[in-house]
């Protein structure tokens, strides 16, 4: 888990690459909403990119049948981790 004060820097690196904005919640004066940018975006697409890409390298070697017994078991390490994430309860 991240700390506010650790969140709070993390979005002023990405504010000061120009990859987020900050805009005033309405809601709540103390806080501020945050919005990727298109720089964002578009590094957002090319990091999915390479992650698709990733593992398609890693499962080359694996045939269709491997490929599916693995899914669930990896399904089940992921949402240990993040039980709200796809196939999480």
């Known amino acids: 888990m991240m700390t506010s004060g650790g969140m709070t820097a993390a979005i002023d690196r990405l504010e000061r690459r120009g990859l987020v904005s900050?805009?005033?919640n309405p809601a709540d004066r103390r806080g501020s909403l945050v919005r990727l940018t298109e720089e964002g975006r578009d590094v957002i697409e090319r990091a999915v990119d390479l992650?698709?890409?990733v593992e398609r390298r890693l499962c080359r070697s694996l045939t269709d049948r491997?490929?599916?017994q693995l899914?669930?078991?990896l399904r089940r390490l992921l949402s240990d981790v993040d039980p709200d994430g796809p196939g999480g309860t």
């Open 22 to 24: 900050r805009l005033p």
């Open 51 to 53: 992650q698709a890409d």
């Open 66 to 68: 491997q490929v599916d």
């Open 71 to 73: 899914a669930g078991p």
